[in-house]
């Protein structure tokens, strides 16, 4: 099983839908978890971290269940300017080792 | 701040050539890595360096080499380039050891192998 997976997409959606992507994690003792937003032909950038009581920042909700091992991201009121490619990255111990990446999940928000 | 810069952005190489991908950063970060990005691939880790004089592998190490001299800078060496290496680098950097200090990524080099 892959350290961090998730599914590649492509999610078309319509400008005003609310969209979640669902990444998973094998590592039961990974430390932090985050989702990075990555245009074409751009470096990722972080879009925010996932704490344990989740957390939201304007239209973006991000969640943590450890239990089941997945962190999601909700991303409501869909806009063309979300069309990106959404990582999700995961500590597997300590902050002194990597970030381990999923291999992306891309959305299309179509007007 | 600079950030995180990377030099060249763009080169084309033939296959047995050798090149060293620059990158620096200009915020006193601590950790660096290294990362490759393939079509259907994801990020990969090439190799990561936990501050100036320390270095470890990455999850694809083989025909990379690093050196962390100074805390600003960690280039990757290309020793023979060949056509499994075309892709797109990504360096990054974080500062101290706190799993949720940010990681800031710089802009990349497109490297070609021909």
């Known amino acids: 099983r892959k350290e961090v997976e998730q599914d590649p997409g492509p999610f078309n959606v319509p400008e005003g839908a609310t969209v979640a992507f669902n990444c998973t994690y094998s590592?039961?003792?990974?430390?932090?978890f985050f989702w990075y937003r990555q245009d074409c032909r751009k470096e990722p950038k972080l879009l925010m971290s996932?704490?344990?009581s989740g957390n939201e920042d304007g239209r973006f909700t991000a969640q943590l269940n450890r239990a089941s091992q997945y962190i999601s991201l909700l991303i409501r009121d869909s806009k063309l300017s979300d069309s990106a490619t959404y990582l999700c990255a995961v500590t597997p111990i300590s902050g002194n080792t990597p970030l381990v990446f999923g291999k992306g999940t891309r959305l299309s928000v179509i007007a | 701040n600079a950030g995180v810069t990377q030099t060249p952005k763009f080169q084309v190489l033939k296959t047995g050539q050798s090149m060293t991908l620059q990158c620096a950063q200009d915020m006193n970060h601590e950790y660096m890595s290294w990362y490759r990005q393939d079509p259907g691939m994801g990020l990969r880790l090439i190799h990561y360096?936990?501050?100036?004089?320390?270095?470890d592998q990455g999850e694809v190490p083989n025909g990379y080499n690093v050196s962390r001299s100074t805390t600003e800078d960690f280039p990757l060496r290309l020793l023979s380039a060949a056509p499994s290496q075309t892709s797109v680098y990504f360096c990054?950097?974080?500062?101290?050891?706190?799993?949720?200090?940010?990681?800031?990524f710089g802009p990349g080099t497109r490297l070609t192998v021909l």
């Open positions: 990054a950097s974080k500062s101290g050891t706190s799993a949720y200090n940010e990681q800031f």
């Open positions: 590592n039961s003792a990974s430390q932090s």
């Open positions: 996932v704490y344990s």
């Open positions: 360096s936990v501050g100036a004089g320390i270095t």
